[in-house]
């Protein structure tokens, strides 16, 4: 029973057994966690120890080396010596990780059980893929170790750890607002996910997990909102950078973004069927918060010229037929689809003429407020929730002949800025002196 310092340059070097049907070799890492190896080349990791509750001295299997896992990774030794921990833990606990799920100390429904109920309530409910896609992702990921366990185990103080360990894991992004903390949205999504996977399970279970959400004992960052916005007295040479873009499929989405204040994935997957022509308006069938979120809007002078533009042009700037797509892309797999990103790398490997897309939509609410928009309009208008903060909100329901007056009035403004801008004035205050 060799003892190495298991790595994967180590695992291709493991000598297969002739002379015996296994060999293992332990971790001087953790103790307790090792590998056995087959006269059929197969390496699979494992752990050792004592059951704390019976004393008994168990071997628990982990995995194949780079076998699949459930969340879609291979079985490697970092993943394997992670979950080594765990089982270790386990077994300290009083826990056999061998025994049936019914045996085990603290056994009951499972995080994973959780995760799955909230999915499928995700798509009853007909949530955006997208939305879909980023709960499973980072619920694979940062759950992991946690998947197969007892929501029981899962307890407040060890979610206050969860909370802080995302943090201290996640890379420094560009175009964040420095007044929040590294990694701050991830972790307290993360933990959002945690609390909507119980919710979902307890409901399921008709209460059996207790009246106490275990993600309640997490005290989540205040997230504060990028106020950055282009001034109006930067607009012109925000659109003289947009014109030397390569792309014209990006530069007709940046601008598209800006005259009609979209975020960036509803303006990025708008398809022709979506536009009426005739009445000069646009559906949008699936944005942020889903099909019960759908909305129409009026489309001004500028985002129409754009998008005729892209059904006439579209095929001679991609190279081919764009598949019905107002921005249309090509996929690693040479597939036809959304563009990817409406930004564009230059030579230093930074983004222009904006670093985040939501600039654009931030630019268009606060020339839309210049211009006298009302609130309301604003809101209908750019698919924000408003409702929630002002109970007549739900009374008025806006004529479209009204809201293309705003949309108008809106591409108005910032046209002009772009060809007229004016330098901000600022008032000349006169200070008395203090005798």
Partial sequence: MAKVKLNEHTMKTLRIPTDAAQAYYWDKEVTGFGVVAGRT?????????????????????????????????????????????????????????????GERAGSGPTVREGVETHLAKMRKKGRSERSIGTFKHETNKYLADWLDRPFAELTGAKLIELHQQVKDQAAKRKGTNPANDKGAPLANRVIAHVSASWRSLNKKLEGKLGSWNPASAVDRDIIRPSRERIQDEELPDYAARVATMRSAIKRDGLM?????????????????????????????????GGPDAAFTIPLSKTPLQILRRRKDDNAKDL???????????????????????????????QRFPVEDVHTLRRTWESIANDEGISELDQHVLSNHSFGAHNVNATYISQHIGHLAKCADKIDAGI?????????????????????
């Avoid at 390496?43 to 699949?68: C, Q, S, Y």
């Avoid at 030794?77 to 049936?100: F, I, S």
């Avoid at 081919?320 to 990817?340: E, S």
């Avoid at 002009?416 to 005798?435: M, S």
Wanted: hydrophobic share 35%; glycine share 8%.
């Fill in 256 to 288: 598209m973004a800006l005259f009609t204040g979209l975020r960036s994935e509803d303006v990025r997957t708008l398809r022709y069927e979506q536009v009426d022509w005739d009445d000069e308006t646009l559906h949008l069938p699936n944005p942020k």
């Fill in 415 to 435: 046209t002009r800025r772009i060809k007229n801008p004016q330098p901000r004035k600022r008032k000349q205050r006169h200070l008395r002196a203090v005798a």
């Fill in 319 to 349: 190279g081919r037929a764009d598949g019905g797509w107002c921005f249309p892309g090509i996929d690693l797999k040479d597939a036809v689809g959304p563009i990817a990103d409406l930004r564009q790398a230059d030579k230093k490997d």
């Fill in 41 to 101: 080349g197969l390496k699979t990791f494992m752990v050792r120890g004592r059951v704390a509750a019976t004393g008994e001295r168990i071997k628990a299997k982990i995995g194949a080396h780079l076998a699949p896992r459930d969340d879609k990774h291979v079985w490697t030794v970092e993943l394997a010596r992670e979950r080594a921990k765990v089982l270790l833990g386990q077994m300290a606990a009083g826990t056999n990780p061998n025994a049936p799920a």
